[in-house]
């Protein structure tokens, strides 16, 4: 079971990618930043970042990750 909190270097393993490239992702807006006070992503707003970048939307109101991200 993958944990929800990722490090990193897990965060860009979990997206198939090295931690250069997701770190260029996050800074480009494409994946979700750090959590506040802790070193670690939330890999439910790393999957909504996936969906939005698929263009899979949530119903009612923009994707999830947007509503992740506004209420930040």
């Avoid at 090295?18 to 506040?36: F, I, K």
Wanted: glycine share 12%.
């Amino acid at each position: 079971m993958t944990p929800r909190g990722l490090t990193l270097q897990q965060a860009a393993k979990y997206c198939g990618v090295g931690a250069s490239t997701y770190r260029r992702w996050v800074d480009a807006g494409l994946m979700p930043e750090v959590l506040q006070s802790t070193r670690r992503y939330d890999r439910l707003a790393i999957d909504a970042a996936w969906n939005k970048m698929s263009g899979i939307e949530a119903s009612g109101g923009g994707s999830e990750y947007d509503q992740w991200k506004a209420a930040g």
